[in-house]
């Protein structure tokens, strides 16, 4: 892009120049005829000059905007597949079985005590002489449905698989599986079908981003399936946390 305005620019003083020589050396009679075509091409170059740092800035504009929106989908999809993984011991690759979980699962609200008890083999040990050892004793209080901890009254949780922007009809892409023996996932949406609408040098661009309060890469995911880790690859001015 700054290649593209210096080129122009150089070549908006280049034409102003030549309408100087013009002035000087050619004959009266051709001058306004030149005059008026070198004008206007200077009009027209500075017009696109203006048209490249203004569109550029509107994409930006819409570009947050889109990613503020498919962020807050991929934290409620992280949120789920998290209480999956605390309810069921695992994440799941499927948004029907997500949502069916949500629907019907349950969080087991415990409390843990101290406590102490006879310690049978140390007193036998110790001759008889009755030895207390500590132990954890863990009570189940009561159940509490997965659906009203998350969302509450809200539905939205039945269309997360939807992107709510850019290219009609698309939905997350949605992975599960163990590394090292250890549940992950992924949810992600590539750049592209966000801004499938907008300038194609300006998505390129964009999907080579490598900024430090930028979303790096060609896609906006949470979770990962090379790595333990559950965040999201956005930056916090994007979102509220992460």
Request: hydrophobic residues 45%.
């Amino acid at each position: 892009m700054l290649t593209i305005i210096i080129a122009i620019i150089i070549v908006i003083l280049l034409t102003i120049g030549i309408v100087w020589l013009i002035d000087k050396f050619v004959p009266k009679k051709l001058k306004p005829v030149l005059n008026i075509a070198l004008w206007g091409l200077i009009a027209f170059l500075a017009y696109s000059t203006f048209m490249s740092v203004y569109g550029e800035i509107q994409f930006n504009q819409l570009k947050k905007k889109r990613y503020a929106v498919v962020i807050e989908k991929l934290k409620d999809i992280r949120d789920a597949e998290l209480a999956h993984r605390q309810v069921t011991g695992k994440f799941t690759d499927n948004f029907d079985n997500l949502v069916k979980f949500i629907d019907t699962a349950q969080f087991t609200i415990t409390q843990r005590r101290d406590s102490t008890i006879l310690d049978v083999e140390m007193t036998k040990r110790f001759g008889g002489v009755e030895t207390l050892k500590e132990i954890i004793i863990i009570d189940t209080l009561g159940y509490v449905r997965v659906k009203d901890s998350l969302f509450g009254t809200d539905s939205r949780y039945q269309t997360m698989m939807d992107v709510p922007v850019g290219e009609p009809g698309a939905k997350f892409v949605l992975k599960a599986g163990m590394l090292e023996e250890i549940p992950v996932f992924e949810a992600s949406v590539q750049k592209s079908v966000l801004l499938y609408d907008q300038d194609k040098n300006l998505v390129s661009k964009e999907n080579e981003v490598q900024l430090v309060d930028g979303v790096n890469g060609p896609a906006i995911t949470v979770g990962s399936m090379d790595e333990i880790n559950t965040n999201g690859n956005w930056p916090k001015n994007y979102s509220n946390d992460q």
